[in-house]
């Protein structure tokens, strides 16, 4: 049956009063799961209003009773894996290994984030000046609004959003990706049974126009994002125009150089899982390869032969290696991307747009494309597809390399393969990408280091996830103590009734 979502708001679910709803669908069957509200204006206003309720309490929490409520969570989490993964699976399309690993994210930020007990202490010194103390403390700001992408439902709103903002003393409204809603508003259920007071966290679903409200809402004072460059650029300088603390990640093109000394196979398995692996849909996918030409026709033969043993089917299938991806709409712009890039004078070596699954005809599928000699200033070369799309760019050595990786405009991470230290280092000193990895073609850090993107990638100061997060979602307040002695104080008395 087709369930009718409702929005989550201070505690419980609420009968949303809009008459615009907005399918969603299953991705491995096509078929339409849910009709997910378009929350009116008055019921972001509700959101908020309930979160900024709720904060003087939850602020004034001793930590170690906050950090109790993630440790509940922590446990609830463990304990409904299996539910949430099939949930992920089902509403968007990653293969069930992917959908856990999404699950387990959110596990690993809550795990981070019960360390806040740590990591937002201060620091303090004695006599700064004669018998003057200092101490600086770390202090929650408010309301946060998190708004958050369709293609990880459990990492990032309930893995890089909420724990640590919750953990630090602030409260939050989670603004849900429309076509995948489903698994954050059965966390903040799991939020509720650890123990997390009413209006703590709220999760909701409106469009960009209800969206608006939290650039401009006095009682929000921190705005966390996650998705397109555009969308992101208007976010951040709306909200930093209104005063309020912005984090924004946006649109990449990852990019990874393949020297002639790497072990071809490794390296192409390596390229396999980072450019196909939820298909395509994630950030820190690697859809460019930059080839040595020496190598590039031994690579390219190499990746070929691999991406064909991928299994794509159903999310839920275990033995599925590419599932869908998340909606007819988001097939149609990806093979219009694939089209251009023919048109533009890509050679396609792997052709996936006309692939089947038997028993799932009605479902997004795509197989793993492959598009060799994608020359500079092709479009498909330097703007994010989103999906199994894999462009091979040929250059003569390392510097060439370099310099043309460098030259795109969005720089969330790098990779390079060699065997060379020299080269290795003089990449990872001179690349431009915030996440660099060597030998390794998804570098993103676990939770104590942050998610670090730089140039169109991201606008803001502090990323997300380690230290910069619990910086984010506090503020500094720096204390100056002085103490006057029995004796000065009596004198000081004295001078007093004296005038």
């Not at 709220?202 to 555009?230: A, D, K």
């Not at 839920?316 to 991806?325: C, H, I, N, R």
């Amino acid at each position: 049956m087709t369930k009718k979502l409702q929005p989550f708001i201070n505690g419980k679910y609420v009968e949303s009063a809009t008459t615009k709803f907005t399918d969603a669908f299953d991705p491995s069957t096509g078929k339409v799961i849910a009709q997910v509200p378009c929350c009116t204006a008055q019921e972001v206003e509700s959101a908020i209003n309930a979160a900024a309720a709720a904060y003087p309490a939850w602020s004034s929490t001793p930590i170690l009773k906050r950090i109790e409520v993630l440790h509940n969570l922590r446990a609830l989490l463990n304990k409904h894996m299996e539910e949430l993964t099939y949930s992920v699976a089902q509403e968007n399309g990653k293969t069930w290994a992917e959908a856990e690993g999404d699950v387990a994210k959110a596990k690993e930020g809550t795990e981070q984030a019960i360390s806040a007990v740590n990591l937002v202490m201060g620091d303090c010194l004695m006599d700064t000046t004669s018998g003057f103390d200092t101490a600086l403390y770390r202090e929650p700001l408010g309301v946060f609004a998190g708004i958050v992408p369709f293609n990880f439902p459990a990492m990032i709103p309930m893995g890089w959003m909420a724990p640590m903002c919750i953990a630090c003393g602030n409260t939050m409204v989670v603004k849900a990706a429309t076509f995948t809603p489903q698994t954050a508003l059965r966390i903040v259920e799991l939020y509720k049974e650890a123990g997390l007071p009413d209006g703590v966290l709220n999760v909701l679903t409106c469009s960009r126009n209800e969206s608006e409200m939290f650039l401009h809402h006095p009682s929000v004072r921190g705005i966390s994002f996650v998705g397109s460059t555009s969308v992101g650029l208007h976010v951040y300088s709306t909200a930093a125009a209104s005063g309020k603390r912005v984090q924004a990640l946006c649109e990449a093109k990852n990019h990874a150089l393949v020297l002639r000394d790497s072990p071809l196979e490794r390296t192409a398995a390596g390229i396999i899982n980072s450019a196909f692996g939820c298909a395509g849909e994630r950030c820190m996918a690697l859809p460019v390869v930059v080839a040595e030409e020496a190598i590039a026709d031994k690579l390219v033969e190499t990746i070929v032969k691999l991406a064909k043993n991928l299994k794509v089917g159903p999310a839920y299938d275990k033995s599925s290696t590419l599932g869908p991806v998340v909606n007819e709409d988001h097939r149609k712009s990806i093979l219009a991307w694939i089209a251009k890039g023919e048109a533009e004078g890509a050679k396609i070596v792997l052709d996936g747009r006309n692939v089947t699954v038997p028993g799932y005809e009605g479902g997004f599928y795509l197989g793993p494309t492959i598009m060799d000699h994608v020359k500079p200033g092709m479009t498909v070369g330097d703007t994010e597809i989103f999906g199994p799309v894999l462009g091979i760019k040929r250059v003569a050595d390392f510097e060439e390399g370099l310099a043309l990786m460098n030259s795109n405009p969005f720089a969330n991470g790098s990779v390079i393969f060699t065997q060379s230290g020299y080269y290795a280092r003089e990449f990872a000193r001179r690349t431009h990408g915030g996440m660099v990895g060597i030998n390794v073609g998804i570098p993103v850090p676990i939770g104590m280091f942050p998610f670090c993107g730089h140039k169109n990638s991201f606008f803001g100061d502090l990323h997300t996830l380690g230290k910069d997060g619990y910086r984010f979602y506090t503020e500094s307040k720096a204390i100056t103590t002085h103490w006057f002695s029995e004796e000065e104080a009596k004198k000081t008395l004295v001078s007093t009734w004296d005038n």
